[in-house]
């Protein structure tokens, strides 16, 4: 029998991030390890039809087979859009700050 796979699925939200250590079986697809980690139940926000999914920061459909060590991760939508925040920003004519740059 081959072994197993190392899976981890992640659901990064603003004040934790739960991350749930898997053990599936070779052949396991994105879903099924979404859905073994349980954390459909316990964040019904998550709606795999709108939230994007990725492995290790590179979007995945949910039928995409899984390698051993993996990290499925379920991405939170966009409140707003960082291109169009920094272009009313500009429009506004304010100044973005950054951490130890200088003040007007």
Do not use: C, W
Request: hydrophobic share 40%; net charge positive; glycine share 6%.
């Amino acid at each position: 029998m081959s072994e197993m796979l190392a899976i981890e699925v992640i659901y990064a939200l603003p004040t934790k991030q739960p991350l749930i250590s898997l053990k599936l079986p070779p052949g396991s697809t994105v879903r099924q390890a979404i859905d073994a980690s349980g954390l459909l139940p316990k964040y019904p926000e998550i709606d795999l039809a709108k939230n994007k999914i990725g492995v290790f920061a590179r979007l995945t459909k949910l039928d995409a087979p899984l390698r051993d060590h993996d990290r499925v991760e379920i991405y939170r939508p966009l409140i707003a859009d960082p291109k169009e925040v920094r272009k009313q920003r500009a429009a506004e004519g304010k100044v973005m700050k950054k951490g130890s740059g200088e003040s007007e």
